[in-house]
Nanobody, 122 residues
Framework: QVQLVESGGGLVQAGGSLRLSCVAS????????MNWYRQVPGKQRELVAT???????NYAEFVKGRSTISRNNAEKTAYLQMSSLRPDDTAVYYC????????????????WGPGTQVTVSS
């Protein structure tokens, strides 16, 4: 059983910063990609940032230059540092990862966290 839990969301003024964390737990052998998504009610969930196992990062255009994704493989944790936040960044932010479990290393399990709310006031 593998679980992801996000934290760090909250209310912030426009122009402010937040650091989101995602911790994976369970009988994990390794984690491939770790990703951050966000979703606004009535809209499709969208990819915010991706980090490969080696730490290479890719970003959606709407956060490029003001967000940084990072990870600590030993601690099975991913982070999303966001700055210069805007009201349209308001969304539920979800952690997502491809996880290999010790019981079956050949299978990559796609796991989602429950999400953390980010609200940016104008």
């Amino acid at each position: 059983q593998v679980q992801l839990v996000e934290s760090g969301g909250g209310l912030v003024q426009a122009g402010g910063s937040l650091r989101l964390s995602c911790v994976a737990s369970g009988t994990i052998l390794s984690i491939d990609a770790m990703n951050w998504y966000r979703q606004v009610p009535g809209k499709q969930r969208e990819l915010v940032a991706t980090s490969t196992k080696g730490g290479s990062a890719n970003y959606a255009e709407f956060v490029k230059g003001r967000s940084t994704i990072s990870r600590n493989n030993a601690e099975k944790t991913a982070y999303l540092q966001m700055s210069s936040l805007r009201p349209d960044d308001t969304a539920v932010y979800y952690c997502n990862a491809g996880v290999r479990m010790t019981q079956n290393p050949a299978l990559v399990v796609n796991v989602w966290g429950p999400g953390t709310q980010v609200t940016v006031s104008s």
